[in-house]
Nanobody, 117 residues
Framework: QVQLVESGGGLVQPGGSLRLSCAAS????????MGWFRQAPGKQRELVAT???????NYADSVKGRFTISRDNAKNTVNLQMNSLKPEDTAVYYC???????????WGQGTQVTVSS
């Protein structure tokens, strides 16, 4: 059973930075894609950033230029560097990973990010 464990969330002031990390229980080269979603109170879960095994990256328009996704195959982690944080970035951030064979998506338990003064 694949496990994804997020870390790095917390409370930060507007304009600040945080770095989220997601550690996988197996080698991340097994995944077709990995990424981050977030869910704010009362809202639907939304895509933040994804990266495929070939290196193709996709960002939500709301985070382009501020967030950077990266993966470290040696450490089996996918990371999200978040800069210039805004109050509207406040949400629970979830790590996700996808396999093709068999087709399945895996999710972490989530980590809270709160941007507030």
């Amino acid at each position: 059973q694949v496990q994804l464990v997020e870390s790095g969330g917390g409370l930060v002031q507007p304009g600040g930075s945080l770095r989220l990390s997601c550690a996988a229980s197996e080698t991340i080269v097994n995944f077709y894609a990995m990424g981050w979603f977030r869910q704010a109170p009362g809202k639907q879960r939304e895509l933040v950033a994804t990266m495929t095994s070939s290196g193709s990256i996709n960002y939500a328009d709301s985070v382009k230029g501020r967030f950077t996704i990266s993966r470290d195959n040696a450490k089996n982690t996918v990371n999200l560097q978040m800069n210039s944080l805004k109050p509207e970035d406040t949400a629970v951030y979830y790590c996700t990973a996808a396999k093709i064979l068999p087709a399945r998506n895996y999710w972490g338990q989530g980590t809270q990010v709160t941007v507030s003064s």
